[in-house]
């Protein structure tokens, strides 16, 4: 299955009915009057989150929904059938923005399974003959005609609903991390760029099953990520709901000759500072992943070396399992402490030719 998170459909809500002109015919009743009965509404068009789906890829097959017209009107005074409304299930997270004339507008966020979101409503039902007869008007030979229903068009962009968000240089072992903590299976290996889609995990609390906390692993990020370097700011808009972020750097991207051990967390944060500054401003935990790889001495080294800069950093090795638990016991933390973050807005100015990640296989698992 192909990971997609932009798509664009059209939506086309039902005409309604149109009103009818009949008049009662019966026998002994030589001028029974008009009995032509109302048109059905057509039918609406709604969207709605669903936690089972988990990529836009469907709506890159199938670009144009459409409710079904309303029913006309029949004689004996029967109104027509309201056309049945057409439900459109989008993965929780997705944004709709509304093309127009004059560019893109921020239309629905489709995030609550319980809430229906009106993209297009049907048109009226034309009134029949019966309607329009008066003392004046004692036989009307006309009807109303159905009115038509609306017609948009959307930019669907999905941002994944997650708790926490992982985020990183290429290679610091989030994958890695993601797959101890939780029963996703990423993609690992030992060269940058191994993640090349956004992978959810879900930990789950070992005294309270329904107690879950569900992680997103974005792919590695590198300088000019805001502008859209290696994808990044496709990748970015995967954490933007999330409660705190978990900041990933590899022990190897950590030189204690340097001026600024601490180069990896500095640039990816000035990334995210340039592709929105309120996502620089969230919660984050700093992690430093692949211990197993120095020796004690130089751990030690730079445990001192971090906390004379006054970096309140969690050592770990996901590969060895070492720190695990206090980094996991941390998370829970923020995630009983902080809401979900409202997605940012990112207006498109033009219309771009539709982009599709690799075929990967979509996880969304459990424990």
């Known amino acids: 299955m192909k990971f997609v998170d932009e798509a664009t459909i059209q939506v086309k809500a039902g005409k309604g009915g149109n009103g009818c002109v009949s008049f009662r015919r019966e026998k002994f009743v030589a001028k029974g009057g008009p009995d032509g009965g109302n048109g059905g509404d057509g039918g609406n068009v709604y ?10 890829y469907d709506f890159r097959l199938k670009r144009i929904y459409e409710a079904p017209n309303g029913q006309g009107g029949m004689g004996s005074q029967c109104d027509g059938h309201k056309g049945e409304d057409l439900v459109i299930e989008l993965p929780a997270g997705t944004q709709l923005y509304e093309r127009t004339g004059e560019g893109e ?5 489709v995030s609550d399974p319980d809430k229906l979101v009106l993209l297009a409503a049907g048109g009226r039902g034309g009134k029949g003959n019966e309607h329009f007869k008066s003392s004046t008007m004692r036989a009307p030979r006309f009807a109303q005609q159905g009115e038509p229903g609306e ?10 609903l997650a708790d926490a968000g992982l985020l990183g240089l290429p ?4 994958s890695t991390f993601l797959s101890r903590v939780s029963a996703a299976r990423p993609k690992i290996a030992a060269y940058p760029f191994t993640t090349l889609t956004p992978n959810l995990g879900v930990l789950i609390d070992e005294c309270d099953p329904d107690r879950r906390m569900v992680i997103a692993d974005i792919p590695g990020l590198i300088e000019g990520a805001h502008t859209g370097q290696g994808l990044g700011d496709r990748f970015l808009r995967h954490v933007e709901r999330t409660r705190f972020l978990v900041h990933i750097l590899s022990v190897e991207d950590v030189d204690l000759e340097s001026d600024n051990p601490w180069e990896g967390f500095d640039l990816i944060n000035d990334e995210l500072s340039r ?23 130089e751990l030690d080294a730079i445990k001192a070396r971090a906390k004379a800069d006054g970096r309140d950093i969690v050592f770990i090795s996901a590969r060895e399992q070492i720190g695990l638990e206090e980094l996991v016991e941390r998370m829970w933390k923020l995630r009983d402490e902080l809401d979900f973050n409202d997605p940012l807005v990112h207006y498109q100015d033009e219309v771009v030719v539709d982009e599709e990640f690799p075929d990967i296989e979509v996880i969304w698992t459990r424990e």
């Open 151 to 160: 017609e948009k068009t959307f930019r669907l962009e999905l941002k994944i």
């Open 105 to 109: 507008v921020l239309f629905a966020d």
């Open 275 to 297: 592709f929105d500054p309120e996502l620089a401003l969230r919660r984050q935990i700093e992690v430093v992943n692949k211990i197993d790889l120095r020796t004690p001495e």
């Open 171 to 174: 290679n610091a072992g989030k």
């Open 47 to 56: 969207a709605r989150a669903s936690t089972r789906l988990y990529s836009l």
